[in-house]
């Protein structure tokens, strides 16, 4: 429960930050603040969640939108947005494997990027007995 209230603040704190820098986040759920990086104009929806776990990183540049139940984490990889990107509603962006998205992208809603794959070197076996 503590833990809980500890995120909530947290969550709380930098959202006041980004708004000061004249970004608005409005994330249901902001986790790894040390390790989200958010440039100027940046608008992240309601109900959307940006997540970086241990050893990964999340970048967005400047006047980019993140649009209304995205999901964007990490995964212990990097994601990296570049300017004047939009990435429309319910999305999902992982970064294990390491995403880099450019500068002056538009991605359409409900769009699915993973940047990694499964081991199927052996096609006598399922895939996922293969491993990662």
């Known amino acids: 429960m503590i833990k809980l209230v500890f995120q909530y603040v947290q969550g709380c704190l930098f959202r006041m930050k980004e708004l000061l820098r004249g970004n608005i986040v409005l994330a249901s759920k902001v986790v790894g603040l040390s ?39 990490d995964r212990g990889g990097s994601i990296t947005i570049g300017d004047n990107t939009a990435i429309n509603s319910f999305c999902v962006l992982y970064g294990h494997g390491g995403l880099r998205i450019g500068k002056n992208v538009l991605i359409a809603t409900h769009v699915l990027l993973i940047p990694a794959n499964h081991n199927f070197s052996d096609p006598n076996r399922l895939i996922r007995e293969q491993g990662e």
């Open 35 to 73: 390790r989200i990086r958010l440039g100027t104009n940046v608008y992240i929806s309601g109900n959307s969640r940006i997540v970086s776990e241990t050893n990964g990183g999340i970048v967005v540049g400047n006047n980019c939108k993140i649009g209304t139940m995205t999901i964007v984490e």
